[in-house]
């Protein structure tokens, strides 16, 4: 069964520093790998999205992801990290993406606080 | 462009109540999606639509709950005989079929607390 592990519940950064969450997952297949972001009272909002093609996916608000096939990691990343980076993002696998059904699996979330 | 939209965004039920949710998908889009988040953790499948027909339900959905999309357009979720385990946020999203490039949008989100 498809699954995906975020090993970091809680993680604190200063500001301008570099970010790395990490995220594992478990699929057979070729995955749909995708990083949401969501803050309070809003809902989850698409960082990036991995489908094929270039490892190195480039997504919204200068976050970047690295899909390793030999690792299973879709590890997300920000050179620079803004106090509005503040939030819970989680890391996603679809299943039978663009085929049946495309639910996706999340993790369970990594919480990020920026530090002044 | 109006977004994935939910109502209400806040409700309080006493344990053995029936409570009904409301989404509105964006306009063009044939799909719909219920999750369930609970504290601490990642939203989880519940079911999804594909127009109006319901093609997949999770077995974290029991008898007690039910959804529709009548017309293919908004879709409403129903617990029936609440509890408090079903106290969690309950989202919706929405995504074409075309292609495989069909982001799922996500609305805001019901919060649901049974006493």
């Known amino acids: 069964a498809q699954s995906v592990t975020q090993p970091d519940i809680h993680i604190t950064v200063s500001e301008g520093a570099s970010l790395e969450l990490r995220c594992n997952y478990s699929?057979?297949?070729?995955?749909?790998l995708f990083w949401y972001v969501q803050s309070p009272g809003q809902g989850l909002q698409l960082l990036l999205k991995?489908?094929?093609?270039?490892?190195l996916v480039q997504g919204i608000k200068g976050f970047e992801a690295e899909f390793k096939r030999s690792q299973s990691s879709f590890n997300l990343r920000k050179p620079s990290v803004h106090w509005s980076d503040a939030a819970e993002y989680f890391c996603?696998?679809?299943?039978?993406?663009?085929?049946?059904?495309?639910?996706?699996?999340f993790g369970t979330g990594t919480l990020l606080a920026v530090q002044p | 462009d109006t977004g994935v939209s939910q109502d209400p965004r806040h409700k309080i039920t006493k344990r053995g109540q029936n409570v009904t949710f409301r989404c509105d998908p964006i306009?063009?889009?044939?799909?719909l999606y219920w999750y369930r988040q609970t504290l601490g953790q990642g939203p989880e499948f519940l079911t999804y639509?594909?127009?109006?027909?319901?093609?997949?339900k999770s077995r974290l959905l029991s008898d007690r709950f039910s959804a529709e999309r009548p017309k293919g357009s908004f879709s409403t979720l129903e617990i029936q005989r609440t509890e408090q385990g079903d106290s969690a946020m309950y989202l919706c999203?929405?995504?074409?079929?075309?292609?495989?490039?069909?982001?799922?949008?996500f609305g805001p989100g019901t919060r649901l607390t049974v006493l």
């Open positions: 996603a696998v679809a299943s039978d993406y663009g085929g049946a059904t495309n639910k996706l699996i």
């Open positions: 999203a929405s995504s074409r079929t075309s292609g495989s490039n069909n982001e799922q949008f």
């Open positions: 991995y489908f094929s093609g270039d490892t």
């Open positions: 699929y057979g297949a070729t995955p749909y």
């Open positions: 306009s063009e889009h044939n799909r």
């Open positions: 639509f594909q127009n109006e027909a319901q093609l997949e």
